[in-house]
């Protein structure tokens, strides 16, 4: 659709188009459906496939009534901006596409990343939008209270030959149309001072310093916060990556399971078949996977449960294992007991000779000093 010329007439390839549009949203429809957790919401390719389709609904829309209107390309804006939805949309399918590197391992966490910095550009661009907003109306108001000052009466108008020309010569609106496109163009360092120039001294002083300091918010501040962000970002991304990938494979491996096995556009037939054969003789899927579940519920009642019982009745008996602080308190009694029976050995030797040996001194004194200090 993008290399063939305009037609009022529907072509062979829009109704192809169409044909593959209605099984694309038969599948994104069953994917939703099927989605007992909302796993469709968690991945971030599914919001492209979704304003796909949104767009591809405005193009039927407008194609019904551009062939109803009739005519010919001439000058037939509808047609046009039918068209143009149609290279936006030719832009979202060959994006959609790229979702294929995510299964590999190296290509697939930047994908991610690319996605979570998608996230902080959109906070960005929507504290861009004030901050332009802002100026532009400051600058609109700067340029209509000049031209205010230098029109003349209605009654001078006739004599007066220079007429008030400038930036805003064509009406607020559009000035405040200008000075939006002005501001926005010089972030992008497209800057052009000679436009801005007023008829007035005072008003180009007030202009040119508006227009600095949304310099240095835009292009200083908010571009430089824009690139922390998503350093930032790719930072965490590239710290759990292969965390952040498996998880991305699971989800993906958790939507396309409940998936119908025939692609897009062929599942225009198959999935009435499909659900024609489900309500006549039942799902036969749904009926071995119950079966699974009995069979499993039944290996663990009576192998694996059974089994681990014994195992851990044969090493701990009756009664749970210790905790760690059981373990030291435990430790901390024996060496209590075994403290008070040094003790006591070294009451009973009194002052007999005792041969020197690791654990005794000599000294029952020292002795009982050195093994109190050592617990």
């Known amino acids: 659709m993008c290399v063939l010329d305009s037609s009022v007439e529907p072509k062979i390839e829009e109704y192809l188009i169409l044909i593959f549009y209605i099984g694309f949203l038969m599948s994104e429809l069953q994917q939703y459906l099927t989605s007992e957790s909302r796993v469709y919401l968690r991945n971030m390719w599914n919001y492209v496939d979704v304003m796909t389709l949104s767009l591809h609904a405005v193009i039927l829309i407008l194609r019904v009534v551009s062939v109803i209107l009739g005519g010919d390309p001439y000058h037939n804006r509808l047609?046009?901006?039918?068209?143009?939805?149609?290279?936006?949309?030719?832009?979202?399918?060959?994006?959609?596409?790229?979702?294929?590197l995510e299964a590999n391992k190296t290509v697939g966490p930047f994908q991610l990343a690319l996605f979570r910095m998608c996230v902080d550009l959109f906070i960005i661009l929507v504290q861009f939008g004030f901050v332009i907003v802002a100026f532009s109306m400051a600058i609109t108001m700067v340029y209509t209270a000049e031209l205010s000052y230098v029109t003349p009466p209605p009654g001078?108008?006739?004599?007066?030959?220079?007429?008030?020309?400038?930036?805003?010569?064509?009406?607020?609106?559009?000035?405040?149309?200008k000075a939006s496109t002005h501001l926005i163009w010089s972030v992008f360092g497209l800057t052009d001072l000679e436009?801005?120039?007023?008829?007035?001294?005072?008003?180009?002083?007030?202009?040119?310093?508006?227009?600095?300091?949304?310099?240095?918010?835009?292009?200083?501040?908010?571009?430089?916060?824009?690139?922390?962000?998503?350093?930032?970002?790719y930072d965490k991304v590239e710290t759990n990556a292969d965390v952040e990938w498996k998880f991305s494979r699971a989800v993906v491996a958790e939507e396309y399971r409940r998936c119908h096995p025939i692609i897009v556009p062929f599942n225009i037939l198959t999935v009435p078949i499909a659900r024609w054969y489900i309500r006549r003789y039942g799902d036969m899927r749904e009926r071995r996977a119950q079966r699974r579940r009995e069979a499993y519920q039944t290996f663990y009642d009576k192998e694996l449960f059974p089994e681990i019982t014994k195992r851990y009745k044969e090493k701990y008996g009756d009664s749970f294992p210790m905790s760690v602080e059981g373990k030291v308190d435990f430790l901390q009694k024996n060496f209590?007991?075994?403290?008070?029976?040094?003790?006591?050995?070294?009451?009973?030797?009194?002052?007999?000779?005792?041969?020197?040996?690791?654990?005794?001194?000599?000294?029952?004194?020292?002795?009982?000093?050195?093994?109190?200090s050592a617990i």
């Open 156 to 177: 001078e108008r006739q004599s007066n030959t220079n007429r008030a020309k400038g930036f805003c010569q064509n009406g607020t609106y559009a000035c405040l149309y």
């Open 79 to 100: 047609l046009e901006i039918t068209y143009y939805i149609y290279g936006v949309n030719t832009l979202l399918l060959v994006l959609r596409f790229s979702s294929i």
């Open 195 to 233: 436009k801005m120039e007023s008829q007035e001294q005072l008003s180009s002083t007030v202009v040119g310093v508006l227009y600095v300091l949304f310099l240095i918010i835009s292009v200083i501040m908010l571009v430089n916060m824009l690139v922390a962000l998503l350093t930032n970002t």
């Open 336 to 372: 209590r007991e075994i403290l008070k029976k040094l003790d006591r050995i070294l009451e009973s030797h009194g002052n007999q000779e005792v041969d020197a040996r690791p654990l005794h001194s000599g000294n029952k004194s020292a002795d009982r000093t050195f093994y109190h």
